[in-house]
């Protein structure tokens, strides 16, 4: 034996004096069990099971606005906070966004929608409900996910206020220095 070399320590049994030693890792997950991270609540393309009233639930977010929008075949009527949406919305921009996903998959005037929406300011509120009705449109239809990804309303914007930081007056402005 080499100088450099150490002992490497001999099984003493002989069924495991034969067989090689492998290290061990975890094996490798079987094709037909489900990975255990990963819960499917139901099978991929397949539509959401509507609640009692028929509604289908989707849920959307932005900076600090939550809407939560149920949809159900209708003849179109299109509810913020037990408003219509052209009396929530005064901006052209705010209502354009609201109606996107509608007119990009062709469903407009076909779905009864009721949104719910709260927090944060008129701009929020509008891309929240964007993001709901993206979300509830895929449930109800799997098959118009590619067409709502493709233009993007499937992606939620994780963009935050910057936090004020303490002896400032905002998240980045500071007090003007003074040399004396």
Known sequence: MPENETPVAVAETPAAAEAPVAPETPAAPDATQAPEAVEQV??????????????????????????????????????????????????????????????????KGKL??????????????????????????????PTLEATLRSNNLLTRDPRQVERQKPGQPGARKRFQFSKR
């Open 42 to 107: 139901r099978p991929l393309g397949e539509p959401a099971k509507p609640d009692k009233g028929g509604f289908i639930w989707g849920t959307g977010r932005r900076k600090s606005s939550v809407a939560r929008v149920r949809i159900k075949p209708g003849d179109g009527k299109f509810l913020v906070n037990k408003r219509d949406v052209n009396e929530y919305f005064s901006e052209l921009q705010h209502k354009a966004a609201c109606h996107k996903p509608l007119e990009v998959t062709d469903t």
């Open 112 to 141: 009864d929608i009721h949104v719910n929406v709260h927090g944060g300011g008129i701009t929020g509120q509008a891309e929240a409900i964007l993001l709901g009705i993206a979300r509830a449109l895929k449930g109800y239809d």
